[in-house]
């Protein structure tokens, strides 16, 4: 796991890296919040889609949803950037779009955009 600390308008974001998928099942996300916290300090994470894997874009699988619930319970706010228009469920371009309107949990194209809406938060 490879992270790069970046700070923008005096907030601390990590932008992690990894040479195997950081984002597998609820323990691995938990796991990925407590190594960023520890190396870095902060709680506001930004990872690449093909850094999760698929079964959290399918929400039948109810991945997603066991995994954003632990970001919100440790308050950790969290950028997946990436492409998303590949995805045709209508539920997940719902998810995407009220989670983007959100305080919480962003699905953005780049770590540029990411990185605006994560030092933007209060």
Known sequence: ????KIN????????VTGSEQLITDVQSAI????????????????????????E??????????EVLQ???????KI???G???SYTS????DFIYESNNGNDIFFLPDEQQAVEKLSSLK
Request: a positive charge; aromatic letters at 12%.
């Open 31 to 54: 796991d990925l919040m407590a190594t960023v916290r520890y190396e870095v300090d902060c709680h506001r994470i930004i990872v690449n889609k093909a850094d999760v894997c698929e």
């Open 1 to 4: 796991m490879n992270i790069k």
């Open 56 to 65: 959290f874009f399918d929400l039948k699988t109810r991945l997603a949803g």
């Open 79 to 81: 950028a997946i950037v």
């Open 8 to 15: 923008e308008n005096g907030v601390t974001i990590a932008y």
């Open 70 to 76: 632990k970001f919100i319970n440790y308050q950790t």
């Open 83 to 85: 492409d998303f228009s």
């Open 90 to 93: 209508k539920s997940l371009k």
